[in-house]
């Protein structure tokens, strides 16, 4: 469960962890637990991410992990590093998995309101090969 007074790594951590485990229990966090995804995730980021998906091209990979599948190394490995905090706007990099061949990089923004940090966006940070 979110934590209004969670800093905006521990918010990322924390959804992190709780999102992998609903993917590995076989579940699609968006649909199956709309609530919890509300206190981690913007109210019009979650609209933006339905509207693709019910949209004739539809979502080539999970909007969290910029991928179509998870490692299973990333439920246990996920390493959260705040890179700027500015007022109620933050960015942290996130690091899923163990090797530069299971890992996966992101760049997650999230914004501060009333009810504590919340993530607004998702990029992958491309990886030097």
Same mark, same amino acid.
């Given at each position: 469960?979110? #934590?209004? !007074?969670? *800093?905006? /790594?521990q918010? +990322?951590? =924390?959804?992190? =962890?709780?999102?992998?485990?609903?993917? %590995?229990?076989?579940?699609?966090?968006l649909? &199956?637990?709309?609530?919890?995804?509300?206190?981690?995730?913007?109210? !019009?980021?979650?609209? !933006?991410?339905?509207?693709?998906?019910? =949209?004739? &091209? @539809?979502?080539?990979?999970?909007?969290?992990?910029? %991928?179509?599948?998870? &490692? &299973? %190394?990333?439920? $246990?490995?996920?390493?959260?590093?705040?890179?700027? $905090?500015?007022?109620? %706007?933050?960015?942290?990099n996130?690091?899923? @998995?163990? $090797?530069?061949?299971n *890992?996966?990089?992101?760049?997650?923004?999230? !914004?501060?309101?009333? #009810? @504590?940090?919340?993530? +607004?966006?998702?990029?992958?940070?491309?990886?030097? /090969?």
């Open positions: 469960m979110a #934590d209004a !007074s969670a *800093s905006a /790594q918010t +990322t951590q =924390s959804f992190y =962890s709780w999102y992998l485990k609903r993917l %590995s229990d076989d579940k699609v966090p649909n &199956d637990n709309p609530q919890q995804m509300q206190q981690y995730v913007t109210q !019009s980021l979650i609209k !933006s991410i339905d509207k693709q998906a019910k =949209s004739e &091209d @539809g979502l080539d990979e999970d909007y969290f992990i910029k %991928s179509q599948d998870y &490692d &299973d %190394s990333w439920l $246990t490995h996920i390493q959260v590093t705040e890179t700027a $905090t500015k007022g109620a %706007s933050a960015q942290e996130v690091v899923l @998995g163990t $090797t530069q061949d *890992s996966q990089v992101l760049n997650v923004t999230l !914004s501060k309101d009333k #009810d @504590g940090w919340k993530i +607004t966006g998702v990029e992958i940070v491309p990886t030097e /090969q």
